[in-house]
């Protein structure tokens, strides 16, 4: 894969494709591509983004893909039915994984690799910020828009930067196996809970990750994380209020829009204090994650903390909209256990209702977290509190349809909680409208749905056009 080549990418408006991309043609490359979402019309504004960098984008029906074509990239989730790959096959012309040319510019990097099944991309997006602005310039791979980057000349999008040091931050993806191809000079695990696949999958796959590592980074508040701390030989620990971790936060002062606490350095018995532009307790830990590749690469940590407090986040992550009526709408990503509950848990530290639609992604995920999922709602959802579902999101292929959104809602129903089923998210979305009022808090929640922030966009304007202030019609 050495020299100029051209690639063309199988979906190539996927958070993780077209930072990707970003990077291939930062380096000189062709790039074409296709995607579902440009044929269909959907986000227009990125797929203008990308053209207008140079890339050539084609319908998904094979006519992009001729004997100009070196690689033909592809994610583990597309299908060989789709006709790029299809003529790719005829023509003799290599299909390739994602992780696998991702993989190929990394291993020859001084890699710092970001795992686990919940918060990877904020850390990616806090690790990269930071070692950026201590003057590292390294490169930076995420699954996430990261507003510190949107308009930076060494990104296009604001999911990836070409730095031109010899770090380079990515996030890394256990769920089809990927995470293999890896080779990082510092692995942090973040966390091990239940998303795509069962513990006995993921569980061997992060230990192989931290041991190929020069040195590793783990989370002790996580049980399954913690168990892997001794793993690798060299291995510095962070932790939430537990002094038996290399670096520990104590002190956590929940405020408007972010959270303060005190970092601290058991190895020297240094602290400092630090604002985190960002809410939740999960960013603190998110945060500390960051700290530890700090110390990892022997970067002073006051530095380190200064960096951080100018970090704005990721996007769609608890991502504030915008307010009408008295009525605050917030996009978010949250679609496995671990991440609901770390939302409801933030939202629900701060006055005023909550009032949620949940769009769940894949049959097979919402089956196999059904129970997990529920809990988490249950949980986290206070009385006065609302859930609406529409039914389970189906980006095509081959699937047993065997659940449905209605099953979690009945679950929830008896759990004691106020939900609500409907067919469609126009129907979630008007019910919402109907029973807002000043005060109360909507989030649009969901993953692999670029359409989802659109959709909570439009929340947003259509509060903005009704009378002022927002009255409830039916209370829920």
């Given at each position: 894969?050495?020299?100029?080549?051209?690639?063309?990418?199988?979906?190539?408006?996927?958070?993780?494709?077209?930072?990707?991309?970003?990077?291939?043609?930062?380096?000189?490359?062709?790039?074409?591509?296709?995607?579902?979402?440009?044929?269909?019309?959907?986000?227009?504004?990125?797929?203008?983004?990308?053209?207008?960098?140079?890339?050539?984008?084609?319908?998904?029906?094979?006519?992009?893909?001729?004997?100009?074509?070196?690689?033909?990239?592809?994610?583990?989730?597309?299908?060989?039915?789709?006709?790029?790959?299809?003529?790719?096959?005829?023509?003799?012309?290599?299909?390739?994984?994602?992780?696998?040319?991702?993989?190929?510019?990394?291993?020859?990097?001084?890699?710092?690799?970001?795992?686990?099944?919940?918060?990877?991309?904020?850390?990616?997006?806090?690790?990269?910020?930071?070692?950026?602005?201590?003057?590292?310039?390294?490169?930076?791979?995420?699954?996430?828009?990261?507003?510190?980057?949107?308009?930076?000349?060494?990104?296009?999008?604001?999911?990836?930067?070409?730095?031109?040091?010899?770090?380079?931050?990515?996030?890394?993806?256990?769920?089809?196996?990927?995470?293999?191809?890896?080779?990082?000079?510092?692995?942090?695990?973040?966390?091990?809970?239940?998303?795509?696949?069962?513990?006995?999958?993921?569980?061997?796959?992060?230990?192989?990750?931290?041991?190929?590592?020069?040195?590793?980074?783990?989370?002790?508040?996580?049980?399954?994380?913690?168990?892997?701390?001794?793993?690798?030989?060299?291995?510095?620990?962070?932790?939430?209020?537990?002094?038996?971790?290399?670096?520990?936060?104590?002190?956590?002062?929940?405020?408007?829009?972010?959270?303060?606490?005190?970092?601290?350095?058991?190895?020297?018995?240094?602290?400092?204090?630090?604002?985190?532009?960002?809410?939740?307790?999960?960013?603190?830990?998110?945060?500390?994650?960051?700290?530890?590749?700090?110390?990892?690469?022997?970067?002073?940590?006051?530095?380190?903390?200064?960096?951080?407090?100018?970090?704005?986040?990721?996007?769609?992550?608890?991502?504030?909209?915008?307010?009408?009526?008295?009525?605050?709408?917030?996009?978010?990503?949250?679609?496995?256990?671990?991440?609901?509950?770390?939302?409801?848990?933030?939202?629900?530290?701060?006055?005023?209702?909550?009032?949620?639609?949940?769009?769940?992604?894949?049959?097979?995920?919402?089956?196999?977290?059904?129970?997990?999922?529920?809990?988490?709602?249950?949980?986290?959802?206070?009385?006065?509190?609302?859930?609406?579902?529409?039914?389970?999101?189906?980006?095509?292929?081959?699937?047993?349809?065997?659940?449905?959104?209605?099953?979690?809602?009945g679950d929830i129903t008896a759990?004691?909680r106020d939900a609500h089923f409907?067919?469609?998210?126009?129907?979630?979305?008007?019910?919402?409208?109907?029973?807002?009022?000043?005060?109360?808090?909507?989030?649009?929640?969901?993953?692999?749905?670029?359409?989802?922030?659109?959709?909570?966009?439009?929340?947003?304007?259509?509060?903005?056009?009704?009378?002022?202030?927002?009255?409830?019609?039916?209370?829920?």
């Amino acid at each position: 894969m050495a020299g100029r080549n051209h690639y063309f990418f199988v979906g190539i408006g996927g958070s993780g494709m077209s930072a990707l991309a970003d990077l291939i043609r930062r380096q000189g490359n062709v790039v074409s591509g296709s995607d579902r979402g440009h044929d269909h019309g959907d986000v227009p504004d990125k797929f203008a983004t990308l053209a207008q960098s140079g890339m050539t984008l084609h319908k998904q029906d094979g006519s992009g893909v001729d004997q100009s074509v070196n690689f033909v990239v592809v994610s583990s989730a597309v299908e060989e039915s789709i006709p790029d790959i299809q003529n790719a096959r005829k023509l003799n012309i290599p299909v390739i994984k994602r992780a696998e040319l991702l993989s190929s510019l990394f291993n020859k990097a001084r890699g710092i690799g970001i795992a686990g099944t919940s918060g990877k991309t904020t850390t990616t997006g806090m690790t990269g910020w930071m070692l950026h602005a201590m003057g590292l310039d390294p490169t930076i791979a995420n699954g996430g828009i990261m507003p510190n980057f949107v308009g930076h000349p060494q990104s296009l999008m604001g999911n990836a930067v070409g730095g031109k040091g010899d770090l380079f931050v990515a996030e890394m993806d256990e769920s089809d196996g990927t995470i293999s191809f890896f080779n990082p000079e510092i692995a942090v695990l973040n966390n091990i809970t239940l998303d795509h696949k069962p513990f006995s999958v993921i569980e061997p796959l992060f230990a192989d990750y931290l041991t190929r590592a020069r040195m590793a980074v783990v989370n002790l508040d996580d049980p399954r994380a913690a168990k892997m701390a001794n793993v690798h030989p060299l291995t510095i620990t962070y932790a939430v209020d537990n002094p038996a971790a290399t670096l520990f936060a104590t002190n956590l002062q929940h405020q408007q829009g972010g959270i303060s606490f005190t970092l601290n350095d058991r190895t020297n018995g240094t602290s400092w204090p630090c604002n985190l532009p960002v809410p939740g307790r999960h960013n603190v830990s998110n945060a500390l994650a960051a700290f530890s590749v700090a110390k990892a690469l022997n970067q002073p940590l006051d530095k380190a903390v200064t960096a951080l407090e100018a970090f704005k986040g990721i996007k769609r992550r608890m991502e504030v909209l915008g307010t009408a009526g008295g009525v605050t709408v917030i996009d978010d990503f949250g679609h496995n256990p671990d991440k609901i509950a770390a939302t409801l848990d933030t939202l629900t530290a701060h006055p005023g209702r909550v009032i949620v639609m949940f769009q769940p992604h894949g049959f097979g995920p919402m089956k196999m977290m059904r129970k997990e999922l529920v809990e988490a709602f249950t949980k986290g959802l206070r009385k006065g509190d609302t859930l609406t579902m529409p039914e389970i999101f189906y980006a095509g292929g081959t699937v047993t349809k065997d659940i449905s959104s209605n099953d979690l809602i009945g679950d929830i129903t008896a759990g004691g909680r106020d939900a609500h089923f409907f067919q469609t998210r126009d129907d979630a979305g008007a019910f919402m409208l109907a029973n807002a009022k000043a005060g109360d808090r909507i989030v649009i929640m969901g993953a692999r749905d670029d359409t989802l922030s659109e959709f909570a966009k439009d929340i947003l304007q259509k509060l903005k056009a009704a009378p002022a202030p927002i009255v409830a019609g039916a209370q829920p």
